[in-house]
C-alpha cells in the first residue's frame, strides 16, 4: 500500500501565505508525478501544479506566480507554497501522486480557508 498525508491548511487572512506538505510512505518504489489539486465546496477537484521526479512543473494560470510546488525525491515529499492567498483559493487541498506500480493515489486532504 501507498500513503499520501497532508498538513498544512488553515485559517489565513487575505494575501497572507501558507505551506502546505505532502508525505508518501508504504510500499513506494517510484513517484513519477507528484502534484496538488482542489476542491471548493459546490466545484469540481481541479489541478493547482505538478512536478515531475525530473523537475518539471506546470501550475493552473490561476495559481501562476502566486504558488510554488517542489519535491524531495528521497523523502518522497511534496510542498506547495502559496503566497498572496485571496479568497477564491479557499478550498480543500488534495495530494496526489503517480506510483510506478500502483498508479493514480490521493490524500485525505486539507482545509485551506482565505478569509476576507
Known amino acids: 500500500q501507498v500513503q499520501l498525508v497532508e498538513s498544512g491548511g488553515g485559517l489565513v487572512q487575505a494575501g497572507g501565505s501558507l505551506r502546505l506538505s505532502c508525505a508518501a510512505s508504504?510500499?513506494?518504489?517510484?513517484?513519477?508525478?507528484m502534484g496538488w489539486y482542489r476542491q471548493a465546496p459546490g466545484k469540481q477537484r481541479e489541478l493547482v501544479a505538478i512536478?515531475?521526479?525530473?523537475?518539471?512543473?506546470n501550475y493552473a494560470d490561476s495559481v501562476k506566480d502566486r504558488f510554488t510546488i517542489s519535491r524531495d525525491n528521497a523523502k518522497n515529499t511534496v510542498w506547495l507554497q502559496m503566497n498572496s492567498l485571496k479568497p477564491e483559493d479557499t478550498a480543500v487541498y488534495y495530494c496526489?501522486?503517480?506510483?510506478?506500480?500502483?498508479?493514480?493515489?490521493w490524500g485525505q486532504g486539507t482545509l485551506v480557508t482565505v478569509s476576507s
Open positions: 496526489n501522486a503517480k506510483e510506478l506500480f500502483h498508479g493514480e493515489i
Open positions: 508504504g510500499s513506494i518504489f517510484r513517484l513519477n508525478v
Open positions: 512536478v515531475t521526479s525530473g523537475g518539471s512543473t
